[in-house]
Structure formats: structure tokens, C-alpha cells
């Protein structure tokens, strides 16, 4: 929806009726006539734009923004041409997908998948998503936050992109300590990013297939091959045991970030300590390939800091992953922000 002055003392709302790209085909206003009937071509060029009002909304192809002078439509992490069907710009993962040229929008299937801005947070389903969304919430859910919580939304499964411009100023003018400056940073750069966080939060006996493949794949690779084979089902099936007997939660490094699996048991401060312990703390240097001492001491780091908002105990790492091996070291320093 948006609202738009129709002259000096009035304003009329208008009602956006999107396909199932997100496009916009029709927009009727608060009496429901319709007012506007656009159409495209398979990459968005205009086929129709047809408009009975004199308000001619920009908001088009995918939902996006359609610039009159330049032609384009910006997405976020950059331009798409309808003309040429290109983008203006590579795409930010082009290092993830070596096989599709850097410049080719949605694999040359514009009909079928769309590209909302390149970077993702997601849960494998939107249950999950929905489920961080809540977690990250609850880190913030004193009063100063309420405007920064609106700028922490889904669609469908996925995070969308934060807009830092509106971040910044949701942020200015309310007093805030280091380390929730530090947790609301690591949260915008991580939605932001260019790499894949996947967090799933389990029940039942099984992870999702999903799940299964990232850790049978991590289990080869650092374990020995063939070993995370041996550790599913012959139907490929991983037994939430695993994450059970991991304290109910696990993260596992994939090609092109991570996924984080969440037990079904927590709850509350707890399972929001424990979500941002695996999706930031072990997620976020996963992505980068840091070392494992440098992955298990930025996880307990990023623990603590959500505990001291939370007003919890800190952990000081004795009875993690790597303790013992002297990887837990500044426990109680700020962890990676980005």
C-alpha cells in the first residue's frame, strides 16, 4: 500500500495487487477503482502501463522501484536493465556460482525465480524464520528498540535487506551500550550479507534434508570421507540426536556460508542465547573459513554479549568445543561484527 497527496488538502491511498513474482498488475485506490494496469515483458521491460490517475507509481516489476530517467530498476546490491536483461553491476556472490555469468538476471529464468537483493539470512522453512525473527526480538525488546525491530522483517523464509540509512536513524537520538551497538551491527551486516545463513530449528527425529546434506558434507570433509556418510540413515536421514548431545545446537560450515541447526527443547533467553550463539557466533566465521579456534572463541564471545543485554551469566567457555585445546580465549571481548 502506499499513499501518495492527491493536492495540497487531501491524500489518496492506493492498493498495490501483485503476480507471483511480486510484480505489480493492478492498483486500485480506497474506492477500489482501478487506476493503473501494468504488464511486462519476461525481464520487466513495460509491454502496458496504463494509468486513469494522475499519480503514476513507480513501484513495478518484482515490486521494485522504476527510475523514469535512467530506465531502471533498483534492487538493492544494484540495477537491472529490462531492455538488455542485464544488470548493471556483478553480482555480489558471482564467486559462489562460477558457472552463470555475473551479469545474467535470475539464470535467464525471469518467469520462474526472482532476485530480491542478492544477500540472504533464511530459515529452511518460514516457521524457522520466523522463529530467529522472534529471538532476534526478544535480544531487543526493550521499549529503545522499537522502532529498530521494524526494520528486522521476513518474506516468506528469508531475512529481508536492512536499509542502513533508515537503521542509522532509528538509532540516533536513544542511548545505547557498546554491546548493543555491537549485537544490532553483527545483526544488520549478517542479514546484509552476501553470504547464506540458514538456521533451522528442530523437532521430531529428523533434521531436514537440507540439514542433513550440509552436515554429512562439513563430516566428510574434516572427519574423512565417507565418515559423514555412515553418520545418517541409508535414506540419508541425520537423527536430531546429533543436536541434542551438541547442547541443541550445531553449526556447520557450507560452500557458500552455513547452517545452523536449533534444538526443539529451548526456549525463551535460552534458545535466543543459543540461535545467536550458532548463526552469528560459529555462522559468521564459518562463511569467512577462519580457523576453528578463531570460529569456537568469536561463538562464546558473541554468547556473552547476548547474555550481558539479556542480563545472564557469562559463559566463560569450560564446557565448549576447543576448551581444552586453548581455543577459548578473551571470552568476554567483542566478537566479529561483520
Given at each position: 500500500m502506499a499513499i501518495f497527496p492527491n493536492d495540497t488538502t487531501k491524500e489518496e491511498t492506493f492498493f498495490y495487487h501483485s503476480d507471483h513474482l511480486g510484480s505489480t498488475s493492478y492498483i486500485t485506490d480506497d474506492r477500489a477503482n482501478i487506476t493503473q494496469y501494468d504488464a511486462y515483458l519476461p525481464y520487466g521491460e513495460l509491454l502496458v502501463d496504463e494509468h486513469s490517475s494522475s499519480e503514476d507509481l513507480?513501484?513495478?516489476?518484482?515490486?521494485?522501484?522504476?527510475?523514469?530517467?535512467?530506465?531502471?530498476?533498483?534492487?538493492?546490491?544494484?540495477?537491472?536493465?529490462?531492455?538488455?536483461?542485464?544488470?548493471?553491476?556483478?553480482?555480489?556472490?558471482?564467486?559462489?556460482?562460477?558457472?552463470?555469468?555475473?551479469?545474467?538476471?535470475?539464470?535467464?529464468?525471469?518467469?520462474k525465480n526472482t532476485d530480491p537483493d542478492g544477500r540472504k539470512v533464511r530459515g529452511v522453512t518460514k516457521q524457522d524464520a520466523e522463529k530467529f525473527r522472534d529471538d532476534i526480538y526478544r535480544v531487543l525488546a526493550d521499549d529503545k528498540f522499537t522502532n529498530i525491530r521494524t526494520l528486522i522483517d521476513?518474506?516468506?523464509?528469508?531475512?529481508?535487506?536492512?536499509?542502513?540509512?533508515?537503521?542509522?536513524?532509528?538509532?540516533?537520538?536513544?542511548?545505547?551500550s557498546n554491546d548493543e551497538s555491537a549485537y544490532i551491527t553483527i545483526v544488520a551486516n549478517t542479514i546484509n550479507s552476501k553470504d547464506v545463513y540458514n538456521v533451522e530449528y528442530v523437532s521430531g527425529n529428523y533434521t531436514s534434508s537440507q540439514g542433513a546434506k550440509a552436515f554429512v558434507v562439513h563430516m566428510n570433509k574434516v572427519v574423512g570421507n565417507g565418515i559423514g556418510d555412515k553418520m545418517v540413515t541409508s535414506d540419508g536421514k541425520l537423527s536430531t540426536a546429533f543436536i541434542r548431545n551438541s547442547g541443541d545446537g550445531l553449526n556447520v560450515p557450507t560452500s557458500n556460508g552455513s547452517h545452523s541447526f536449533i534444538g526443539s527443547s529451548l526456549q525463551g533467553n535460552e534458545r535466543a542465547v543459543t540461535s545467536g550463539h550458532e548463526v552469528f557466533g560459529h555462522g559468521i566465521p564459518a562463511a569467512k573459513k577462519l580457523t576453528p579456534a578463531e570460529n569456537n572463541a568469536n561463538a562464546i564471545r558473541t554468547e556473552n554479549l547476548i547474555r550481558r543485554i539479556l542480563k545472564l551469566p557469562q559463559n566463560d567457555g569450560s564446557k565448549h568445543g576447543g576448551y581444552k585445546e586453548g581455543h577459548i580465549n578473551n571470552p568476554y571481548i567483542l566478537p566479529i561484527l561483520k
Open positions: 513507480p513501484y513495478k516489476f518484482n515490486g521494485k522501484q522504476f527510475d523514469e530517467e535512467t530506465g531502471l530498476y533498483y534492487y538493492g546490491a544494484r540495477y537491472l536493465n529490462p531492455v538488455t536483461s542485464l544488470w548493471y553491476g556483478v553480482d555480489p556472490m558471482a564467486e559462489k556460482y562460477n558457472s552463470i555469468g555475473g551479469y545474467v538476471y535470475c539464470i535467464g529464468n525471469p518467469l521476513i518474506k516468506g523464509k528469508e531475512f529481508r535487506n536492512i536499509d542502513t540509512d533508515k537503521l542509522d536513524l532509528a538509532m540516533k537520538g536513544i542511548a545505547l
